[in-house]
DNA sequence: CAGTGGTCTAGACCACTTA
DNA sequence: AAGTGGTCTAGACCACTGA
């Protein structure tokens, strides 16, 4: 107890920028999973002692931790605690797959590698992932199907500049586990995506594994993933045949 | 003042269905909403007021409105008071607007309206906005376009089962004010949209209308909007040419 | 300056989980 | 029964707006 961390409290300089407690706690709060001393799944303490700890009202914890919750980094239960969030089974299991069958009855895609392996990242990958020039990134192309109908191509490129240990990644990249992968074994926490949408034109390679026509119009995902730190882990580019699936979006 | 509207508050039933006093609150401002008393763009009382019209605390009042404000229902600024959302001129002005020009130095396209008619809804359209056969619709067809280059057609049907005085409708659609002018003559607030995006292949229709070749990849977005009461008011199927423009989303 | 929303506190009690 | 998060209250003070 004690650690009587420096709050600015309501004091201080009067204007400058102007910081509430709880977003100070939070930024606090955020750093401990950062460093990896709260990891995914991992509970936290109580409110109470969180409260005791840096030395403010319960209240002022909990909104920290209830704008934690709202960014998806934790997930409280009543009764039970407060865990780091981790990217399975968090509030929703699908929240970066938006690409659905037209038939409700087959779910999940099934996945088959094509080819994984490293290399240096190209002007365009170091540009994508904000790369420096010899950066080392790992390359990995897989065809996902729908209903055993291949449908999606994946060509997905990883910066592993942080991330030791080739061997292992190499073997256990299984199917959708990629972001799970990177939570467990790196504490890499992927908690957000911006991807562009386009159509195109299939060129030979995708025609052939994805049994269409040269021509045939493809939805194209170009996605970038970004990582707790802000640091552009993935650059991912989809291709889909889109006659018996679709991209489901909502917004509010 | 004393309103007195019978709220639960901890007691009654014990367990069936608990539902916590602010929302309750929350449930009874957005009926009023509902009702047209507080139309969009109207200052709301003040939390204090509320707290005394509905005998709660003014933390409960808060705890309501801010489930709004997060919901885009209502906009609060501090120092000046509460506001019922606008569709334009909300929190994020482009809420529903995700098509951009790779250049962002166009920023918002230009539009030409093809067609506009009512008519008798289809078996389709009355499928996808849940209408009785019978329902009478109003259908436009709008070409946009990018600095100067056509690249966008919608096809778009709005159910007017509700919606009166057509001529001022047929007078008054504008580009990309339809969701204003719902909501400033009707009443109708857009607050949900859901979209399913493919890529299809371009007819003669599109060939023309965007001067390409018939077979030409584009980008459909298939949407239906949803209202503050969840009546779905619009169907709009988009076809774009996404040569020089792409669909832009973030998932967090 | 008064009035608004925003922050912070302290304390009580409720709903839920686990042992 | 103890411990957790969830709700509700009451009161104080802060930051911002507009007259």
Not at 135 to 161: K, M, N, W, Y
Not at 182 to 206: F, N, P, S, T, W
């Amino acid at each position: 107890m004690g650690k009587r961390v420096t709050l600015e409290k309501q004091a201080m300089d009067p204007k400058p920028e102007f910081q509430p407690l709880y977003l100070q706690i939070k930024q606090l709060l955020i750093q401990r999973v950062l460093t990896g001393e709260w990891r995914p799944a991992q509970l936290l303490p109580s409110e109470m002692k969180l409260a005791e700890e840096y030395d403010v009202s319960q209240g002022t914890v909990r909104k920290a931790i209830e704008e934690m919750a709202a960014d998806n980094l934790v997930v409280r239960q009543q009764g039970k605690g407060t865990f780091v969030a981790t990217h399975r089974s968090s509030s929703q299991p699908f929240r970066f797959i938006r690409l659905v069958s037209d038939q409700s009855s087959d779910r999940h895609p099934t996945t088959k590698f094509i080819s994984i392996k490293t290399g240096t990242a190209t002007a365009t990958e170091r540009e994508r992932l904000a790369l420096p020039s010899g950066a080392r990134v790992l390359r990995t192309e897989r065809q996902r199907s729908f209903g055993g109908h291949p449908c999606i191509i994946e060509r997905i490129v990883i910066d592993i500049g942080g991330l030791p240990d080739l061997d292992a990644i190499l073997d256990r990249l299984r199917p959708g586990s990629i972001y799970s992968l990177l939570e467990q074994e790196y504490r890499v926490m992927i908690v957000r995506v911006v991807e562009e949408l386009r159509a195109v034109a299939a060129d030979k390679g995708d025609a052939k594994l994805l049994d269409v026509p040269v021509g045939h119009p493809l939805l194209e995902i170009d996605r970038i993933a970004l990582s707790l730190d802000q640091r552009r882990v993935e650059w991912r580019v989809s291709r889909c045949d889109s006659r018996f699936l679709h991209y489901a979006v909502e917004h509010t």
